[in-house]
């Protein structure tokens, strides 16, 4: 637990590091899955059966992808190298198949709630990481050894790594034998910038992206780190994204593509 100076010193700090200036267009109709902690905002009346759902970045709570896959039936492909998140959904998978809970520490009631055997076919995990090009990186441990989420561009300053390897999305989907990407979810602890521009740079087509940019006043690159969060929501609004909703007290945006027709479906 952080002392309470430390505590009044964050906050202190994250309220007088200003907003970002964003253009919300509310008039498309959202819906939330996941816990509190764990969840995100995507468009409602827009995944199916055959969606591709690539959810990049793990830890230990894997609810929205679970949701995703239980109230759609799609298989999501969750993608994430990090020793913990590997466990944590191989147990999950397992507990699915044999029918028992499975713990969850930010899920209500500590457990995620139960599903049918059958979900865990429909989720399938890649334990390496995504990045700009394929090989192997440093992957930065975090500072306080209770917390899981690392970091490729070592975004909590650790001395503490260990080797992973890294894909480009566009040779997973080439792998997987997907055109494009319905749902692309990146929570990458500063990873997104570079995946971003690979995904612009290659013109991969996708549909909804969430993403969270990481950086904060307590927990940046460098002192540019406003303006790298906002040059990278304008590079995305160039190529044909809208911001759709905003995650509160966060930096979590889901983006809409104007190529995207949503169905009103109910």
Request: aromatic share 10%.
């Amino acid at each position: 637990m952080l002392p309470v100076f430390e505590k009044v010193y964050r906050k202190f700090r994250k309220w007088t590091e200003g907003d970002l200036k964003i253009n919300i267009d509310t008039r498309v109709p959202v819906e939330r899955f996941g816990t509190h902690y764990g969840g995100w905002i995507i468009p409602k009346n827009f995944l199916h059966a055959d969606s591709v759902c690539y959810l990049v970045g793990a830890g230990e709570d894997v609810s929205f992808d679970l949701e995703i896959a239980h109230r759609f039936g799609c298989t999501v492909d969750i993608f994430d190298p990090t020793p913990r998140a590997v466990q944590h959904v191989e147990k999950l998978i397992a507990s699915l198949k044999n029918g028992e809970p499975m713990a969850c520490a930010t899920s209500p009631g500590g457990f995620y709630p139960p599903y049918p055997t059958e979900l865990a076919d429909r989720l399938r995990l890649h334990p390496f990481g995504i990045w700009d090009k394929d090989g192997t990186l440093n992957f930065f441990t975090p500072e306080n050894q209770a917390h899981v989420s690392h970091s490729l561009v070592n975004l909590q300053k650790s001395d503490a790594s260990i080797q992973v390897p890294v894909r480009t999305l566009q040779s997973v989907l080439d792998d997987l034998g997907h055109q494009h990407i319905d749902l692309l979810k990146l929570d990458v602890e500063g990873a997104e910038y570079q995946i971003l521009n690979a995904v612009l740079s290659a013109k991969i087509p996708i549909g909804v992206l969430c993403v969270e940019y990481d950086e904060t006043a307590n927990n940046h690159l460098d002192k540019h780190y406003m303006a790298r969060i906002s040059n990278s929501i304008d590079a995305l609004t160039a190529a044909g994204y809208r911001v759709i909703a905003q995650e509160p007290d966060c930096r979590n945006f889901t983006f809409l593509h104007e190529s995207v027709t949503l169905s009103k479906d109910q």
